[in-house]
């Protein structure tokens, strides 16, 4: 998995608390990228972060947070999770001008 | 339109048979198509990937196929084997670093011994 670890790997949670997801790479990749994986609908981009703090919106951001402090850490927040956040989340890293992405080993997320 | 539509659903191939996974995009700024292998359990991996100035790649018994003027790329997986029983992802991106991959929603291929 590149260099990728994803913590905790599975969680379960109460509807209406936070949660956050960890993605630690040991690349030095530039670019992180949060998934989700959904039955029927692929992988979906949450967010994304291009460096240290600098962050964007993805396809699915309503309802995450995101932050960067370090280049190896990714976290992503679910403020308030809901069950329609009940998922399969995956974290990538990529290169610096490079478009290949590698992907973590995922977290399962339930959501209750 | 951002979508990359991807069949079939579900495959399944006899051992030594080949399998082929279609997809189709829509917009023309894509040109970077990479195909991922999931295994149960486990995070996607790039398998082979093409950009539009070539036609086809291959690297071993796997082939991408591309045909720009009908927005069209193919995976073919010749010989298939019963180890390659699997979900496979088409995806799409532009050429620019950190943009997002835009997936086709998946192909579970089942390769019977």
């Known amino acids: 998995d590149a260099g990728i670890t994803q913590s905790p790997r599975h969680k379960v949670t109460e509807t209406g608390t936070p949660v956050t997801l960890r993605c630690h790479q040991t690349?030095?990749?530039?670019?992180m990228y949060w998934y989700r994986q959904d039955p029927g609908h692929g992988l979906r981009l949450i967010h994304y972060?291009?460096?240290?703090?600098?962050?964007d919106k993805g396809e699915v951001s309503d309802g995450y947070s995101v932050s960067r402090s370090k280049t190896e850490d990714f976290l992503l927040t679910l403020e308030s999770a809901t069950s329609s956040q009940t998922s399969v989340y995956f974290c990538?890293?990529?290169?610096?001008?490079?478009?290949?992405?590698?992907f973590g080993p995922g977290t399962r997320l339930t959501v209750t | 339109q951002q979508q990359v539509k991807q069949s079939p659903q579900s495959l399944i191939v006899q051992k030594g048979g080949i399998s082929i996974i279609n997809c189709a995009y829509e917009?023309?700024?894509?040109?970077?198509f990479p195909w991922y292998q999931q295994f149960p359990g486990k995070g996607p991996a790039l398998l082979i990937a093409i950009r539009p100035d070539v036609s086809e790649k291959k690297e071993g018994r796997f082939t991408i196929s591309f045909n720009k003027s009908a927005k069209q790329f193919s995976l073919h997986i010749m010989d298939s084997q019963p180890g390659d029983s699997a979900t496979y992802f088409c995806?799409?991106?532009?050429?620019?670093?950190?943009?997002?991959?835009?997936f086709g929603k998946g192909t579970t291929l089942s390769v019977s011994s």
């Open positions: 990538a890293i990529s290169e610096f001008g490079l478009h290949e992405q590698y």
């Open positions: 690349e030095n990749h530039r670019y």
């Open positions: 972060s291009y460096g240290v703090k600098d962050t």
């Open positions: 917009n023309t700024a894509f040109d970077y």
């Open positions: 995806a799409a991106s532009m050429d620019q670093a950190g943009t997002a991959l835009i």
